[in-house]
């Protein structure tokens, strides 16, 4: 069974940095995709980015200029590097790990919030 564990979540002023890790464990196949999504009350979850195994990032247009996105295959783990966070980038940030490009896994979440 895949379980995903996240961390790196908390409280930033506006302007500050954050980085949040994910690491998948357990995967019995090939690890496709891994990336990070985020959700606020009331609206769909979005991408914030994700990697694939082959090295191509896709970035979400909120946060496009200010995240970066790096995975190690061996160890299944990304890390999602976030700076000059904003008020609207509080949120709700879920892990989501593909494997052999057809079972989906959702870690639980890690809150971030920006505030001053």
């Known amino acids: 069974q895949v379980q995903i564990v996240e961390s790196g979540g908390g409280l930033v002023q506006p302007g500050g940095s954050l980085r949040l890790s994910c690491t998948a464990s357990g995967v019995n196949g090939v690890l496709h995709k891994m990336g990070w999504y985020r959700q606020v009350p009331g609206k769909e979850r979005e991408l914030v980015a994700s990697?694939?195994?082959?090295?191509?990032?896709q970035y979400g247009d909120a946060v496009r200029d200010r995240v970066t996105i790096s995975m190690d295959n061996n160890q299944a783990t990304i890390l999602l590097q976030m700076n000059n966070l904003k008020p609207e980038d509080t949120a709700v940030y879920y892990c989501?790990?593909?494997?052999?490009?057809?079972?989906?896994?959702w870690g639980q979440g890690t809150q971030v919030t920006v505030s001053s």
């Open positions: 990697v694939r195994s082959d090295g191509d990032r």
């Open positions: 989501k790990c593909v494997v052999s490009a057809v079972f989906v896994y």
